[in-house]
T-cell receptor, first 113, second 112 residues
Framework: NAGVTQTPKFQVLKTGQSMTLQCAQD?????MYWYRQDPGMGLRLIYY???????DKGEVPNGYNVSRLNKREFSLRLESAAPSQTSVYFC????????????FGPGTRLTVL | EDKVVQSPLSLVVHEGDTVTLNCSYE??????LLWYKQEKKAPTFLFML????IEKKSGRLSSILDKKELFSILNITATQTGDSAIYLC????????????FGSGTQLTVLP
């Protein structure tokens, strides 16, 4: 099992460009999450999907959209990137019965110039 | 506002030392507290604590929760260079079982 995978690993964007971060999990988990991690601030939840077909806002959703494509895949889209979105983005997943224990992907390091 | 505070922010020790990392929280309707270890990339799960006073143990790592005083500690005995990492504490409140509120982490460096 690969667990949680993310693409790309690194990305540099110019202000105003758009891009989609991809996430997939092969653990048959129902719930998936997107976090961002900034220096000195821990991880903050952007959006989550409790199950296929549902998405909800987390702590810092502004400037982002998400799509739960199917049970395996959960993508995060930046429509018009801003320098404040420079961060490391982590995707995570968890089982329905144990949503607290989340498994994380390797992260995407995004720089917006 | 729910808040999770970890201390110290960073710590440098030598191999063989014992360390104690702290996590305090102000969360309404507490449900559980989790510890993660983050090396270069993804955070990896260490412990989940829900009951006060019950120690969770895995090898040289152990953790305990005090729900009355609203804190948890993570102990690492006989530290090794491979223990060097950021240790993250996260709290779940009953309002939303899916939302982990993270602290900013403790950067532990173990020197040979």
């Amino acid at each position: 099992n690969a667990g949680v995978t993310q693409t790309p690993k690194f990305q540099v964007l110019k202000t105003g460009q758009s891009m989609t971060l991809q996430c997939a999990q092969d653990m048959n988990h129902n719930s998936m999450y997107w976090y961002r991690q900034d220096p000195g601030m821990g991880l903050r939840l952007i959006y989550y999907s409790a199950s296929e077909g549902t998405t909800d806002k987390g702590e810092v959703p502004n400037g982002y959209n998400v799509s739960r494509l199917n049970k395996r895949e959960f993508s995060l889209r930046l429509e018009s990137a801003a320098p404040s979105q420079t961060s490391v983005y982590f995707c995570a997943s968890s089982e329905r019965r144990d949503t607290q224990k989340q498994f994380f992907g390797p992260g995407t390091r995004l720089t917006v110039l | 506002e729910d808040k999770v505070v970890q201390s110290p922010l960073s710590l440098v020790v030598h191999e063989g030392d014992t360390v104690t990392l702290n996590c305090s929280y102000e969360v309404t309707n507490f449900r559980s507290l989790l510890w993660y270890k983050q090396e270069k990339k993804a955070p990896t799960f260490l412990f989940m604590l829900t009951s006060s006073g019950i120690e969770k143990k895995s090898g040289r790592l152990s953790s305990i929760l005090d729900k009355k005083e609203l804190f948890s500690i993570l102990n690492i005995t006989a530290t090794q260079t491979g223990d060097s990492a950021i240790y993250l504490c996260a709290v779940v409140f009953s309002g939303s079982a899916r939302q982990l509120t993270f602290g900013s982490g403790t950067q532990l460096t173990v020197l040979p």
